[in-house]
């Protein structure tokens, strides 16, 4: 079926070419990383339990997964047993390679993150741009397995069987692999950094990444597996979600308003092929930043995304060009084509002022971050209410960029248009994914550049870095949030057309020009306060288990303080794998009711209040998510960096009150930004997938042909 789709939109061609050049240029770019020199004995040491204990979290968390996914696997067979256009094991297929290649990519980027911290230490003893190209290529190792993995994996099953619905279940499988990796790892990195500076830094005042510290080494696993492997399950998962709801939106609205078979393949294929002109852009925006970061990596990082947007229209429309050149197609669709391709431009557009507004209101060169650090003098309180209050104010430059971005692209092709804003603004996640992975490494070499006795000069320079990388990061989480919000409005708007044109949808809705979300409507108004509430449950959830395991770390730590005296005098080593136990076990123990937000109730309110209940749903939970989400991530990197400025010598430096006050914000801001904040990209993606996934099942005669079961009660 699709041969004829290849051989006519041939343009597809392009899409399997930059994924493979993705995957050429990311092994070039390893062996660079695999030659670097891993430094002295004591490096080497650290860096294997760093890598050892990385080792076992995601070993533990994969076996975990096993079940889950083989469990939901079965599941989907059973709901699309006898599905005409997708037959069960097609989409079981798809599902459970969504998810094998959503691991893969995390583990293999891991893998090279770990193995690159003690080389990036190493590095800065012959100066800053070496040690910025080791950080930074291995970082754009997993920028490129991350979206080649993620685009030749839609290709593929495009190319195999045509149909995008067939996606859905690869989309779903990234995101159920996604939600474990950002929520498990976030859980698993706060822990042990709130621990070990609540104990270590306050109690003990020993310095960041002290190795007498008995958290030190699990806070060096958890940025990896939270940073790393978490945000790259996380940005596979959005990508891939924002191609497949452009793709669907295309299928469904074009198909069904009577256009040739060469105008439907053309604009199904667009997210793809605009896509790939961003994976090329990416590609071309990496050795732009590994170019220019020799002197000055925090520009370099921002620039070259800059960079890298603008080759990215470029070769979109050059892209755009050839497409419109195919045989057949019509000029109407030509039209469409170019319009899109803007709808694009202005998505990566409002991705740039969700980055800069996160740059201005996290980084430390900036007011608000000072302004918070200056209110630590005052107290403690204090700094919490000067760096939430910032942090709620950070939310309303975002917002006016989607809505921006959303009413040109209406405007230009209405919800198809919403749909390919999102997918260009996941364009050049390859970038964006390099430039987040930079951050935890750079972060690992400068504890292992402490604890392997390097100089001060050397500490200083990785310390540098790590600026860098805080900064590099949030933008990151900032691009992200405001990625999935657009991505799952295009989902949400393909649930609710795949539902209008559903074949065994009950009349009264089939009817409809399109399926109202009526607020008048009781089961509609329920169903979208019970949306409101699942952002801030799930949130809870994981702040109370960093909370909970923190409590435990903490006693440890300090057990073996006491208990072992010689610790800090530096004569006898701490046991680290206590540590690094306690923060696996507990973050993996506390996933159960996060899965259950995610996956199930999406699928209780689809069978109690029908398609349109369960859209209103999806409705208040995306819009209410996107808004804490922005909320949890600027607060929690603002307290960060403001806790940074003092130690930098600001404000009296370290052992001042105004710094005991800053360690208790970014204590608190640990959970928000790294676990919480950014896990929710993840549950309203999973939760908006589940609807598309299990759409056949509310259209079941027992649950009223989409109606619901508790929609009668309404009328």
Not at 327 to 334: L, M, P, Q, R
Not at 427 to 447: C, L, M, Q
Not at 595 to 606: A, D, E, H, M, R
């Amino acid at each position: 079926m699709l041969l004829e789709v290849i051989l006519e939109v041939w343009t597809l061609w392009f899409v399997l070419a930059a994924a493979i050049a993705s995957f050429i240029v990311a092994f070039i770019l390893k062996k660079r990383v695999d030659v670097a020199d891993p430094g002295n004995e004591e490096m080497v040491k650290v860096q294997g339990y760093i890598r050892d204990g990385a080792s076992t979290f995601i070993k533990r968390q994969y076996i975990t997964l096993a079940y889950f996914v083989g469990g939901l696997a079965i599941i989907i067979a059973l709901v699309y047993w006898g599905n005409i256009r997708v037959p069960w094991y097609l989409m079981v297929i798809s599902y459970l390679a969504g998810s094998g290649a959503s691991a893969w990519a995390g583990w293999l980027g891991m893998k090279v993150g770990v193995d690159a911290n003690a080389k990036t230490a190493q590095a800065s003893t012959k100066g800053l741009a070496p040690a910025f190209n080791v950080s930074f290529f291995a970082g754009a190792v997993m920028g490129l397995i991350v979206v080649g993995a993620a685009l030749g994996g839609v290709w593929l099953l495009y190319f195999v069987f045509g149909d995008p619905l067939v996606i859905l279940g690869f989309s779903f499988g990234a995101s159920s692999i996604a939600l474990f990796a950002k929520a498990g790892g976030g859980i698993y990195t706060k822990t042990a950094d709130v621990a070990a500076d609540l104990v270590g830094k306050v109690e003990y005042s020993l310095p960041e990444d002290d190795p007498r510290n008995p958290a030190s080494i699990a806070d060096n696993v958890g940025d990896n597996v939270g940073d790393i492997a978490g945000m790259g399950a996380d940005l596979f998962d959005s990508y891939v979600a924002s191609i497949l709801g452009a793709m669907l939106l295309a299928f469904s609205w074009i198909g069904a308003r009577g256009y040739t078979t060469t105008d439907i393949n053309l604009m199904t294929s667009f997210p793809l092929v605009i896509s790939a002109a961003g994976l090329i852009a990416s590609i071309l925006g990496i050795f732009i930043i590994g170019k220019m970061g020799k002197s000055t990596p925090g520009k370099a990082l921002n620039l070259g995304t800059y960079i890298a947007t603008l080759i990215f229209i470029a070769v979109g429309a050059l892209f755009t060009f050839f497409m419109t050149l195919t045989e057949g197609v019509s000029e109407d669709i030509k039209s469409q084509l170019w319009r899109n391709l803007w709808a694009g431009v202005f998505g990566v557009a409002s991705g740039l002022v969700i980055g800069l507004t996160t740059d201005y209101f996290t980084n430390d060169e900036k007011r608000p971050t000072q302004l918070t650090a200056e209110s630590s003098e005052q107290g403690h309180a204090l700094n919490i209410l000067t760096g939430f209050s910032y942090g709620l104010l950070s939310v309303a430059p975002p917002i006016i960029g989607i809505v921006i971005a959303m009413g040109v692209a209406y405007w230009l092709d209405g919800l198809i248009g919403v749909a390919n804003a999102s997918t260009g603004m996941l364009a050049i996640v390859g970038t964006i994914v390099s430039n987040d992975a930079f951050g935890p490494i750079v972060d690992n070499a400068r504890g292992i550049a402490e604890q392997g006795g390097l100089s001060e000069k050397e500490i200083a320079l990785c310390d540098r870095l790590d600026s860098a990388g805080n900064t590099a990061k949030a933008i990151t989480k900032g691009f992200a949030i405001g990625a999935a919000a657009l991505t799952v409005l295009a989902l949400l708007y393909a649930f609710m057309e795949e539902a209008k044109h559903n074949p065994d949808i009950a009349q009264a809705l089939k009817d409809m020009e399109t399926i109202s979300l009526d607020l008048m409507t009781p089961a509609v108004m329920i169903s979208a306060l019970l949306g409101t509430a699942v952002p801030m449950v799930y949130s809870a959830v994981l702040i109370m288990a960093v909370d909970k395991n923190a409590q435990v770390m903490v006693k440890e730590i300090r057990r073996q303080f006491e208990e072992n005296p010689a610790i800090l005098k530096g004569t006898e080593p701490a046991d680290f794998e206590k540590c690094i136990d306690i923060a696996t076990k507990g973050s993996l123990k506390e996933l159960i009711v996060p899965i259950l937000l995610s996956v199930v109730s999406p699928l209780v309110v689809g069978v109690l209040f029908g398609v349109q209940g369960l859209g209103a749903f999806l409705a208040s939970t995306i819009l209410i998510g996107f808004v804490f989400a922005l909320l949890l991530s600027n607060s929690g990197g603002m307290w960060d960096n403001a806790k940074k400025y003092i130690e930098d010598g600001h404000l009296g430096g370290k052992g001042t009150f105004a710094h005991a006050a800053a360690v208790t914000g970014d204590t608190v801001g640990d959970p928000f930004k790294d676990t919480a904040g950014p896990s929710i990209n993840t549950l309203i993606t999973v939760m908006s997938l589940t609807a598309s996934m299990f759409l056949s099942l509310f259209m079941l005669d027992i649950f009223n042909n989409g109606q619901g079961l508790l929609m009668n009660l309404f009328v």
